[in-house]
């Protein structure tokens, strides 16, 4: 299984950018997804996540109303659309696969088990 984001860049503050994650996984479809976030120096934090059928997402308090998170089953892909970006919003941004079904954890690296490279996003003042 391999995730695949691209979609990073350098932006204004203010700005807009779209992530997106591509699995090479026949069931995609049978797996919540979640965006985490890791600025140099601190820990990986959890910014958003999305069930599998897509009706249900979470957010972390700092991105809630700026970001959304939504998937393709149809395409193998979730994305994060990441709009009013802040400087402090810069991070390398990765795509994990949250464990399987019977896992109810959402909000932590530990809840996740295949993860993408990430990409990262610079936002300048």
């Known amino acids: 299984v391999q995730l695949q984001a691209s979609g990073g860049g350098l932006v204004q503050a203010g700005g807009s950018l779209r992530l997106s994650c591509a699995a090479s996984?026949?069931?995609?479809?049978?797996?919540?997804m979640g965006w985490f976030c890791q600025a140099p120096g601190k820990e990986r934090e959890f910014v958003a996540a999305?069930?599998?059928?897509?009706?249900?997402?979470y957010y972390a308090d700092s991105v809630k109303g700026r970001f959304t998170i939504s998937r393709d089953n149809a395409k193998n892909t979730v994305y994060l659309e990441m709009n009013s970006l802040k400087p402090e919003d810069t991070a390398v941004y990765y795509c994990?696969?949250?464990?399987?079904?019977?896992?109810?954890?959402?909000?932590?690296?530990?809840?996740?088990?295949?993860w993408g490279q990430g990409t990262l996003v610079t936002v300048s003042s």
């Open positions: 996984l026949r069931t995609f479809g049978s797996y919540a």
């Open positions: 994990a696969r949250r464990k399987p079904a019977s896992y109810t954890g959402t909000y932590y690296p530990k809840d996740y088990d295949v």
């Open positions: 999305i069930s599998r059928s897509g009706g249900n997402t």
